[in-house]
């Protein structure tokens, strides 16, 4: 066999070892109905767009996460995670967040003024099934009013499709409106090709808790390398006098693809230099 042959095999092996390494590493399935009882991660977005105001995107900047999950018969739900959040409009800074209940209640195409549900494929508006959370915490109205806004809303998934439209009511300390489909679609589009394979709760445990600015203690999944907070709270002096905590969070999954690809280099290097060795003598 010729060294180029030889070469060729190594090289040929050694992409095929960190292929095997990175592979399994970051596991995704494509679609809900493949996977076991569990609770898994997908990428989703939401769009509340007005073109009045010079244009205006109020849904992207409140929703934070989206779930998919499969019961122990395979029923699906996908639950999307609210924050209260902000939008400029001319200049002008408004708070937002979803309200249930809003104090001024109205009716938009057929649609009262706090109402969360879907639109079927005909165009069929459903609110049975659907289930929502309230936060703990408050966002203040037009009336100057403390409302413990919409954290996180949950409907049945019989059908996986790409683009789902919502009705649902966007508050503000400003003014609000109800989004639907007729007057101001909300849409959500969810890529269900990023559905995680891997259910949350058998993510590996962390191997640390991350201690928040609040006080309170953020467990995560995977190796988190931070530094202690500065001033109280931090259990040290490791940061004082910087200007705040930061901290990189590093999945398993991820961890597992890195050190991978690195023993694949190394091994490829040691027998890298076995043949340069062997090329010498001959």
Known sequence: MSCSSRWKQL??????????????????????????AGIYYVQAELSCYVNAMGGVE???PLLTMAQVEVD??????????????QVTIYGITCDTFLDASPSYVTDTDGVTSGTIGYYETDGALVTEGVRYTLSDDTAENARQEQVHYVDSVT????????????????NSNVMGTQF?????????????????????????????????????????????IYTADEGEGAGGTANQGTVGTYRAFIRV??????????????????????????????
């Open 155 to 170: 409907f049945p998934v019989g059908e996986e499709r790409d683009t789902y439209g919502l009705t649902l009511f966007i």
């Open 180 to 224: 639907t489909a007729d007057r101001y679609p909300a849409n959500l589009t969810v890529d269900w090709a990023s559905l995680s394979a891997t259910p949350i709760e058998q993510e590996a445990e962390p191997s640390e808790a991350i201690q928040t600015g609040g006080g309170d203690l953020e467990r995560l999944d995977g190796l988190n």
């Open 253 to 282: 999954p991820v961890l597992l693809a890195v050190g991978g690809a690195a023993g694949a280099l190394v091994i490829l290097g040691v027998i890298l230099v076995i043949l340069g060795r062997r090329e010498r003598k001959v």
């Open 58 to 60: 109020f849904g992207a």
């Open 11 to 36: 090289v040929l092996g050694a992409v095929a070892l960190t292929m095997a390494c990175l592979g399994p590493a970051v596991p995704v399935a494509h679609g809900a109905s493949e996977l076991p």
């Open 72 to 85: 122990e018969a395979g029923s699906r739900s996908l639950t999307l995670h609210f924050t209260k959040s």
